[in-house]
């Protein structure tokens, strides 16, 4: 059915409010990032006033003997080798809930879903009495380990392996001889791209924004995340006034891995949607 124009307009409006309200904060940040401390609180939030973002970015690489540098170097760590293994290990559980019959199937798939609806603030408490008692508090592994569980990417991973990968792809290749392994990692996880893009770009994003997990960890601040180190700068500008800016550049660095990640990975997602729309 034809659409009237005034739906056309009224949709085309609703999608520009809503781009204008998502996009607001990253216009605030951009135009905050580029002004100096006085500037930042004696000029209107919207507009430039004597821009030097270049400069600003300097300082806050540099502030401290580069610990920022530091801070992203543990970011990426926990975020890229976290969001990597979860992808792994989530696809290949929900590849095997979904094409594998064994006891217990449904009930482990029960837990699972139980363990979506958990916030990870629940969880943060019990997991430091757990890796203090194996003495893992106040290092890379308290925070990395936690990371590489996923039971949404499990979910996920189930659903969308029920309907993206063939039973009769799977049998003709046991039939040529292929194992179990090889299937999954030559064949499987192919089929999965889309899913794994997803599941990794939510893992990503999780850990590179996640707070709470290493404020209870950590007291080392070479160990902290970003996140983590940009809110002690924000706690302590009262005293030291010039870590308002460092914090806000600290921020508008910080969101361009996120930005560069999404850009880089969507075209799976085209890809994905476009999968079987052409027939054989």
């Given at each position: 059915?034809?659409?009237?124009?005034?739906?056309?307009?009224?949709?085309?409006?609703?999608?520009?409010?809503?781009?204008?309200?998502?996009?607001?904060?990253?216009?605030?940040?951009?135009?905050?990032?580029?002004?100096?401390?006085?500037?930042?609180?004696?000029?209107?939030?919207?507009?430039?006033?004597?821009?030097?973002?270049?400069?600003?970015?300097?300082?806050?690489?540099?502030?401290?003997?580069?610990?920022?540098?530091?801070?992203?170097?543990?970011?990426?760590?926990?975020?890229?080798?976290?969001?990597?293994?979860?992808?792994?290990?989530?696809?290949?559980?929900?590849?095997?809930?979904?094409?594998?019959?064994?006891?217990?199937?449904?009930?482990?798939?029960?837990?699972?879903?139980?363990?979506?609806?958990?916030?990870?603030?629940?969880?943060?408490?019990?997991?430091?009495?757990?890796?203090?008692?194996?003495?893992?508090?106040?290092?890379?592994?308290?925070?990395?380990?936690?990371?590489?569980?996923?039971?949404?990417?499990?979910?996920?991973?189930?659903?969308?392996?029920?309907?993206?990968?063939?039973?009769?792809?799977?049998?003709?290749?046991?039939?040529?001889?292929?194992?179990?392994?090889?299937?999954?990692?030559?064949?499987?996880?192919?089929?999965?791209?889309?899913?794994?893009?997803?599941?990794?770009?939510?893992?990503?994003?999780?850990?590179?924004?996640?707070?709470f997990l290493p404020l209870v960890m950590l007291s080392d601040q070479s160990l902290y995340p970003i996140t983590l180190g940009l809110v002690q700068w924000q706690s302590v500008s009262d005293r030291h006034p010039e870590l308002y800016q460092l914090a806000i550049g600290g921020a508008f660095l910080s969101v361009i891995p996120i930005m560069i990640a999404i850009v880089s990975l969507q075209r799976f997602w085209k890809?994905?949607?476009?999968?079987?729309?052409?027939?054989?």
């Open positions: 059915m034809q659409r009237s124009p005034g739906w056309r307009i009224l949709v085309t409006a609703a999608l520009a409010v809503a781009a204008v309200y998502f996009l607001f904060p990253v216009y605030w940040l951009t135009i905050a990032a580029t002004k100096s401390t006085s500037s930042l609180f004696g000029s209107s939030g919207l507009a430039l006033d004597n821009p030097q973002l270049l400069t600003n970015l300097v300082n806050v690489v540099t502030y401290n003997g580069g610990i920022f540098g530091r801070w992203a170097l543990n970011s990426v760590l926990y975020s890229g080798v976290g969001a990597v293994v979860a992808t792994i290990c989530s696809l290949a559980a929900g590849y095997c809930l979904a094409k594998f019959t064994f006891r217990g199937r449904e009930v482990w798939f029960n837990i699972i879903l139980a363990g979506v609806m958990i916030p990870g603030t629940a969880l943060a408490l019990p997991l430091f009495l757990l890796m203090s008692q194996v003495g893992l508090v106040n290092t890379y592994w308290s925070v990395l380990l936690p990371s590489l569980v996923s039971p949404f990417g499990v979910y996920l991973g189930r659903i969308y392996a029920q309907a993206a990968v063939p039973d009769s792809l799977l049998e003709a290749s046991r039939l040529d001889g292929a194992g179990e392994f090889r299937i999954f990692f030559t064949l499987v996880l192919r089929l999965m791209m889309p899913a794994a893009v997803t599941i990794f770009l939510f893992q990503f994003i999780g850990i590179w924004n996640n707070f890809a994905g949607l476009t999968e079987g729309s052409v027939k054989g």
